[in-house]
């Protein structure tokens, strides 16, 4: 049984290039692949592999003091999630692009509320809000239940949306996303600009997910791998599918990739099974038409 794990630490690395090589040969040893960024501010990586294999690799993690209390995310794998071992350096462990003005989640960051505790102050009748903090795409599949979705094309365009917030600087605010990474960072900067009663949900949406299937978290999960989507307990009659396919309007949780060379890659768009066959895997009638006037000048050569 394959198994994925999804986790970051904010901690302090004084060799990012050492430890990423230390990774690669960690990963080759127990044939794991992954989707790994490594910054002095810390690690954000997702990783797949067989299950004893997954668990050996959190045992030696767990062993070393910068990374003794990571909280791994644990679900099931499908053995194609990554092609390959994929460790990068960079400046950040995820983009915010800040410039001068950034700071560190080690220094400011929300007040965390676990997955139990939202879920008590969903069915209560406390006021708050739930902003989400993940790319408008992700939205598209899943989402909580009257959430706020502020229209991030990525996550660094967060300082541009801001002013649509102004609103809930004085409210209480609970931060999501995936796993908890991009909400470290979006609570720090929401305190940084005067918001002042701000959480960040403790082990994202895939735990909220995991714990509660089903219930406020509507569809499935955007993720950053071969899976595309993933959800708990999806053949229960209480899920419920909120994508909606791009060309015709059917529901659909079905992501593709557009067909067109020179859109491939680009952006997923949500396509149900029909539109599949009858656009051929198409994005829009533009990218259609590109590929198959192209396709003709190729045969008149």
């Known amino acids: 049984m394959y198994q994925v794990l999804l986790f970051y630490k904010y901690t302090t690395i004084s060799d990012p290039e050492e430890l990423a090589q230390e990774q690669r040969v960690l990963a080759e040893r127990l044939n794991l692949k992954c989707r790994t960024i490594i910054a002095t501010e810390g690690i954000n990586g997702t990783f797949e592999g067989l299950r004893k294999n997954t668990e050996e690799y959190m045992r030696i993690m767990q062993s070393d003091p910068r990374f003794s209390d990571i909280n791994f995310k644990k679900s099931l794998g499908t053995g194609n999630s990554f092609p390959k071992i994929s460790i990068k350096v960079r400046d950040e462990i995820v983009s915010l692009h800040l410039g001068e003005q950034n700071f560190s989640p080690m ?59 102004e609103n809930l600087r004085d409210k209480t605010i609970v931060t999501v996303c995936t796993g908890g990474v991009r909400c470290e960072k979006a609570s720090g900067f929401l305190i940084k600009n005067g918001f002042t009663d701000v959480y960040q949900l403790y082990g994202g949406i895939v735990t909220y997910m995991e714990k509660y299937p089903n219930e406020d978290f509507k569809g499935v999960l955007y993720v950053f791998d071969g899976r595309v989507t993933m959800g708990f307990n999806v053949e229960d009659p209480k899920h419920e599918v909120i994508g909606v396919c791009e060309l015709c309007g059917a529901k659909t949780e079905q992501y593709i990739d557009c067909a067109y060379l020179h859109c491939r890659g680009k952006r997923h768009i949500l396509c149900c099974a029909n539109c599949q066959i009858q656009e051929k895997g198409f994005c829009s009638t533009t990218c259609k038409e590109h590929e198959i006037n192209e396709t003709y000048k190729s045969f008149k050569i």
Not at 137 to 160: C, Q, T
């Open 107 to 165: 220094e400011t960051t929300g007040k965390y509320i676990t997955a139990e505790e939202l879920h008590d102050w969903i069915h209560s009748d406390k006021e708050f809000y739930i902003i989400d903090m993940r790319n408008d795409y992700e939205h598209k599949v899943g989402y909580f239940a009257n959430s706020i979705l502020p229209p991030l094309y990525n996550f660094r365009d967060l300082p541009k949306v801001l002013p649509q917030l």
